[in-house]
């Protein structure tokens, strides 16, 4: 199978008053074409683990752009730039049996206050309904309707402090593989109006680390593809803002 595999990794803070050009990605990573496997291949990162996963596919890969956690919105030009850059990529690399998206998912730019969910579509619209898509996401996303709607499947770290970047990445993949035989899944979001301080949103003691142990076997069902509950960074002003509970399933075994 061709596996086209793209992404823009950036966390965004609404209140700051800088915006993050195409400079904060080149001093993080912007990757073209076979540049992605050869810098990321074998790294603790999710686009690492994806590639381990997807041996025997092949991996069409498009651009990767990374500035982590900027605080700043991406400036209206940076996003045009590094979203029609793929879009034209992927065009180009038609056809392809499915797309993987590495993402952050709290993405702000100038033109769009939920950039992910806008990428997404993009994405979709130009593939169409039958091909999957899938996109992997940070801890602290804010899971929007519009990526659930796009995506026929997300899939999230289940760590803060972040340690599974790569299983969340081969999880991805597999994921992804099992669209892939031909199987289409049913999505659930469910939004949580709460958003809690940095120390609220640990996983590794007290009751979150017991819920996110609940989540982590709930996703060893049968017909589970994914589970994802997203406690979403505090530095966040938008639409549609909060926690997630998020599950993407197969109607029948």
């Not at 993402?103 to 169409?128: F, I, K, N, S």
């Not at 996109?135 to 803060?160: C, E, K, P």
């Not at 109006?193 to 709930?218: C, W, Y």
């Amino acid at each position: 199978m061709r596996i086209a595999l793209a992404g823009i990794y950036q966390e965004s803070h609404s209140f700051s008053p800088a915006l993050a050009a195409l400079e904060q990605f080149r001093s993080g990573y912007l990757l073209e074409g076979t540049q992605i496997a050869e810098v990321l291949a074998g790294l603790n990162h999710e686009v690492g683990g994806a590639l381990a996963a997807a041996e025997g596919h092949e991996i069409v890969p498009l651009l990767y752009a990374s500035a982590g956690s900027s605080g700043k919105p991406i400036a209206r030009d940076t996003y045009a730039y590094l979203s029609e850059s793929i879009l034209g990529k992927l065009e180009a690399s038609l056809p392809v049996d499915g797309v993987f998206l590495a993402m952050h998912g709290a993405m702000l730019a100038e033109q769009c206050g939920d950039a992910t969910g806008d990428l997404l579509r993009r994405v979709r619209d130009l593939v169409g309904t039958e091909l999957p898509v899938i996109a992997s996401l940070d801890l602290h996303a804010n899971v929007t309707a519009r990526m659930a709607g796009n995506a026929d499947a997300l899939v999230g770290y289940h760590t803060f402090p972040h340690i599974d970047h790569v299983s969340c990445g081969k999880r991805a993949a597999v994921c992804l593989g099992r669209l892939l035989e031909g199987d289409r899944a049913s999505v659930s979001l469910y939004k949580i109006p709460m958003v809690p301080n940095n120390e609220g949103r640990t996983t590794d003691k007290g009751l979150h680390a017991d819920f996110v142990k609940q989540i982590v076997s709930s996703e060893q069902g049968p017909r589970v593809l994914s589970v994802g509950f997203y406690n979403v960074q505090p530095w966040f002003d938008v639409p549609e803002l909060g926690w997630s509970l998020y599950q993407a399933w197969f109607d029948s075994d």
